[in-house]
């Protein structure tokens, strides 16, 4: 053994062993219990970041910890390789994606591996290569069999100067990010999974989520956003014109309206206008309102404006007749596009009549005594109350008059439920992704393609300028194709998939990576999943998370998984906070980052480790410090000496005191139930203590002590922690070796018994376990009918406290 720590020395070593012995290889084994620890996934950007370390560092621990106690781990890693980072850099850089992306992968794994986490390396995957991305199109086109998959016209940012379509984030400031030229909003085609007719189980099924972050869980229930309501009728004036239907979550407020709202994209509103003097004004607001960009009109950063049509539709209960407009706050793609238009009772609504001279009344009165005026009104009343100018409903309270009133509608109306979240639009013009399997012929319109012909396989000769149109579509060679259902020359679909549809299933293809006739083998997906511990940001609450619950769904409904159903990827989920330095998170931009290779160079990994495992409990943010990272190495460096000095005089003895034994079985129960519950700070605290203990006394610490401290330190630093078993003289890797356990009687905490006095008098006693606190002692004495008798009227001015010996509790 060496004198002093050298983790540049013994972290290859043990990285190489782990290796060579396959030591977190495994395999399905029905005999023993698995543990399925998992983290997100990276995008390969390159470098490893302070995230990153910290991210999967837990998921190391937790991995380590489980495999250790007995189960049988699958722990895998993989890269979410496709997506735009690898495209832009092509552009700037003349190199092509699959190059950088590749090469980043290897700089990464090399960061990983020397790390020390304990992957499964033979499961990698890695999403941008075919043998990967051929399931996802044949998902997709069963998916599209199934009518879960198909096309309409939608929205995308689009800038005229590059010709071509933009992603959200490459809009900045409503300007193309290339030639900062407007962008505008335009109809295109586009591919949609039906997430939607999956909302009702993702929302009720949150329910059964017991092992995921309330917060994450209210985040996707808002983001579902179920609405009740009602579906309303309203025939437009003149004869046989048809009809507008609104949905509402209010229609006790039907006597209310006063006018109607349209979506500037609603199908009637250029029709509604065609040939009245309004026609020219509306085109006009149309072609306005789709160049607001679209984060803009969510968050309602906005003028609210509109024009009249120079049309009128009827109110189904009084015929009352009302003027329509199209609105910029009225969105396409929620309930039916259009709202009928409330201002006594709708903030928007009643701004939108005040700027228009629009007629605001009354239907519902918060109090007789105060009736509303809507003269005098500064907004709207949003709250319930008792119906008025509302026919034989006057007088009903509101709530009920929801009812009513859908009663009263007939056939005009019926009850809804609305939600708000969206079909997943995944199509993409861009290069650097999964192709959409389909082509399209001259004689046969859309066709699958057969699914002996799949892959299909990106092409690796396309231009990429960043301007002009989707990349595919100038690649001659692959997008003529022969139509396989008749002899024309067909062209092949050339948007490719939006890349959180691989980050939706990989973690099923890791229970079988390499299986080359199914996406994945339904016997080990039914002996590995669900997820145990599924780790990531808190970033991915809402999208990715939702995502991965919705495949999964849609695979069981596509009868994936055999016998053994699935419904729920993640049993349970953690989401860690960000790694912060001088107040902000880490970042580029900010110029506050910190290299993880340059901290691994000077203290090792192990000392990396520790250092994020031990500045912060997992779901908060970690505050970067650099006396923390020093705090870290000093504490191995010590347990290392401990180690050697133990080992130099002469032998060691197997059991330590009855104190020593005391100690050890104490720290392992607090270390197990941390570790238990992810506390990894105060376990590696409990560790510090228990360090100084051993250190601190004039015996040499027993063998069994030294053991349980390097088995304990294991998960957390378990390069230094193999070293120094072997130096103990085992012959197994500690990494395989079996997690110690307590003994009980050993863990008891001492009973003492504590003296109360009240003003300086006896007053009783309590039995407590000692070094408990003086808050807690407080409290315990305070409760005892012998001071409460004293305490009648008088205020507790001051405690004294002796720590195990005596409280005096003074009255006035
Ligand atoms: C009349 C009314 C009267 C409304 C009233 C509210 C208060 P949530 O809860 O989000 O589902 N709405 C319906 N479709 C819309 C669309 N496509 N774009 C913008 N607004 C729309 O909200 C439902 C309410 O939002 C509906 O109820 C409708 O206005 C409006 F005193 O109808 B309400
Ligand atoms: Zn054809």
């Known amino acids: 053994m060496e004198r002093f720590y050298n983790p540049k020395e013994i972290e290859p070593k043990w990285q190489r062993l782990w290796a060579e012995k396959q030591v977190f290889k495994v395999r399905e084994d029905s005999s023993k219990k698995k543990y399925y620890c998992l983290e997100m996934f990276p995008y390969p950007s390159g470098r490893i970041h302070m995230g990153h370390v910290r991210n999967y560092s837990i998921g190391d621990v937790i991995a380590r910890y489980k495999k250790m106690k007995g189960f049988n781990v699958l722990h895998p890693i993989g890269w979410d390789a496709f997506g735009m980072p690898a495209e832009n850099a092509a552009i700037a850089n003349k190199t092509h994606p699959h190059t950088w992306t590749i090469q980043n992968i290897q700089n990464m794994k090399l960061q990983f591996q020397k790390m020390g986490f304990s992957y499964d390396w033979d499961r990698e995957v890695t999403t941008c290569l075919p043998e990967y991305y051929r399931w996802e199109q044949r998902l997709f086109l069963q998916m599209l069999k199934k009518g879960l998959v198909y096309k309409k016209k939608s929205y995308v940012n689009w800038c005229d100067q590059c010709q071509t379509v933009l992603a959200n984030e490459q809009v900045e400031g409503g300007a193309c990010w290339r030639c900062d030229q407007p962008v505008r909003m335009k109809p295109l085609e586009q591919w949609f999974f039906k997430i939607t007719d999956y909302a009702k189980e993702l929302l009720e099924e949150t329910r059964n989520l017991k092992g995921w972050p309330e917060r994450v869980l209210t985040m996707q229930r808002e983001w579902i956003g179920e609405s009740e309501g009602a579906t309303v009728r309203f025939e437009l004036e003149g004869k046989g014109e048809g009809f507008i239907e609104i949905f509402t979550t209010r229609p006790d407020t039907l006597y209310g309206a006063t006018f109607m709202s349209l979506a500037a994209e609603h199908p009637l509103v250029l029709s509604l206008a065609r040939g009245k003097p309004q026609e020219v004004e509306v085109k006009r607001f149309v072609e306005k309102v789709s160049k607001i960009e679209r984060e803009k009109r969510l968050a309602g950063d906005y003028e609210k404006e509109g024009v009249f049509t120079g049309a009128y539709c009827l109110n ?29 009772h709708d903030q928007r609504d009643f701004e939108f009549a005040k700027k228009y001279n629009l007629p605001v009344v009354v239907v519902i009165q918060p109090s007789p005594k105060e009736p509303l005026d809507p003269l005098t009104m500064k907004e709207a009343y949003l709250e319930a109350g008792v119906m008025v100018n509302s026919g034989a409903l006057d007088g009903t309270p509101s709530e009920r008059a929801k009812e009513e009133i859908v ?24 290069y ?9 012929c001259p004689n046969c319109g859309m066709v699958p393609i057969p699914e002996k012909d799949l892959p299909v396989v990106l092409p690796t000769d396309v231009p990429l300028t960043g301007e002009g149109g989707s990349p595919l579509s100038k690649a001659k060679s692959f997008l003529e194709v022969r139509c396989p259902q008749c002899p024309a020359t067909a062209r092949r679909e050339t948007d490719t998939m939006d890349t959180f549809v691989e980050s939706s299933w990989y973690f099923l293809r890791y229970c079988s990576p390499r299986n080359d006739s199914k996406m994945f083998d339904p016997k080990a997906a039914a002996y ?8 990531g940001g808190i970033e991915h609450a809402v999208l ?64 990396v480790r520790i250092f ?90 027993s063998r069994a002590s030294l053991n349980g401290l390097v088995q304990l330190l294991s998960p957390f630093a378990p390069h230094l922690a193999e070293e120094l078993w072997q130096t103990l003289g085992h012959h197994e890797n500690v990494s395989e070796s079996t997690w110690p356990r ?12 504590l003296i109360i006095q009240v003003n300086g008098v006896l007053r009783g006693r309590l039995q407590v376990s000692s070094g408990i606190s003086e808050d807690e002692v407080k409290k315990l004495a305070l409760a005892e009918a012998a001071v409460q008798k004293f305490a009648v009227n008088k205020k507790l001015v001051k405690t004294i406290y002796v720590k195990d010996r005596l409280i005096n509790l003074v009255l006035q």
């Not at 699935?566 to 989920?573: G, I, R, T, V």
């Open 316 to 344: 189904p209960l009084n015929g009352r007749r009302l003027p329509i407009y199209a609105a910029n706050f009225v969105f396409m793609d929620y309930g039916t596009g259009a709202v009928m238009a409330v201002p006594a």
């Open 432 to 440: 650097w992704g999964t192709p959409i399997p389909v082509l399209y």
């Open 544 to 607: 990715h998370l939702l995502y991965a619950r919705f495949f999964t769904k849609v695979l069981r409904d596509l009868g994936y998984f055999g016998d053994h159903s699935l419904s729920e990827p993640f049993a349970n989920l953690l989401t860690q906070g960000m790694v912060i330095k001088d107040g902000s998170k880490m970042s580029k931009s900010k110029g506050n980052t910190v290299d993880p290779d340059e901290l691994i160079e000077k203290y090792g990994a192990d000392t």
């Open 528 to 535: 590995w999943m669900p997820v145990d511990q599924y780790i």
């Open 742 to 753: 307590y003994e009980e009687s050993l863990v008891q905490t001492d009973q003492v018994t």
């Open 612 to 701: 994020c495992l031990f500045a912060a409990p997992p779901e908060k943010d970690l505050d970067w410090s650099d006396t923390g990272v020093e705090g870290g190495f000093r504490f191995l460096k010590r347990v290392w000496a401990l180690v050697y000095e133990s080992l130099q005089e002469g032998s060691l003895v197997d059991e330590g005191d009855q104190k020593e034994k005391q100690w050890l079985h104490r720290t392992i129960k607090r270390v197990t139930e941390d570790l238990e519950r992810f506390h990894f700070n105060t376990a590696i605290a409990a560790l510090m203590e228990f360090y100084n203990f051993l250190h601190d006394r004039k015996e040499k610490p």
């Open 407 to 430: 009663k009263l509608l007939g056939p005009a109306g019926r009850k809804t439920t609305m939600v708000k979240l969206r079909d997943w639009g995944i199509s993409r013009q861009r």
